[in-house]
């Protein structure tokens, strides 16, 4: 799984206002300020490219943060794979068997018009907690999750 879709609308709006910010915002604030020397055009190229190519790093950084965040549920463990920048993966997996809680939350208008929520996944011991951050149909994955657990204590009995 990985988070619902919705959760990209941000930076994508974000990255649309970074894209058209060079041709609509920055001459119309150039032309506001009122300088008392005129901006050579060679600097305006320069600047130009400049923040375009920050605007593609971000949206490039971005998607990966989403695409490379995923949440893998097995027969016998559960996954969690946080991508959080180029230089930087954390793994965490946990058996089934030793879950011990399982519960999702979803609260306002977009994680209800779009049903996607949080799930949360207490384990025993030490091992760490899941978080699956905004995914889809958080109620399924519960069922899903707590149906498998039932299967695997069964099948250690």
Not at 7 to 18: S, Y
Not at 52 to 81: H, K, M, P, Q
Request: hydrophobic share 50%; aromatic share 16%; charged share 15%.
């Amino acid at each position: 799984m990985r988070q619902h879709l919705i959760v990209n609308l941000g930076w994508v709006i974000v990255a649309i206002i970074m894209a058209i910010a060079p041709t609509v915002v920055f001459p119309f604030i150039l032309s506001s300020l009122k300088l008392p020397f005129a901006i050579p055009i060679g600097y305006l190229v320069v600047g130009t490219i400049f923040w375009y190519v920050a605007a593609f790093g971000f949206v490039i950084a971005s998607f990966l943060r989403w695409y490379f965040n995923i949440y893998i549920v097995t027969n016998e463990r559960v996954v969690d794979v946080d991508f959080l920048h180029l230089l930087y993966k954390e793994l965490s997996e946990a058996r089934l068997v030793d879950i011990q809680d399982i519960t999702y939350k979803t609260g306002g208008l977009l994680e209800t018009l779009f049903n996607y929520g949080n799930v949360y996944i207490q384990t025993a011991g030490t091992e760490p907690n899941f978080e699956f951050l905004a995914v889809p149909n958080p109620e399924v994955v519960v069922q899903t999750v707590s149906e498998l657990i039932e299967k695997e204590k069964l099948r250690f009995k």
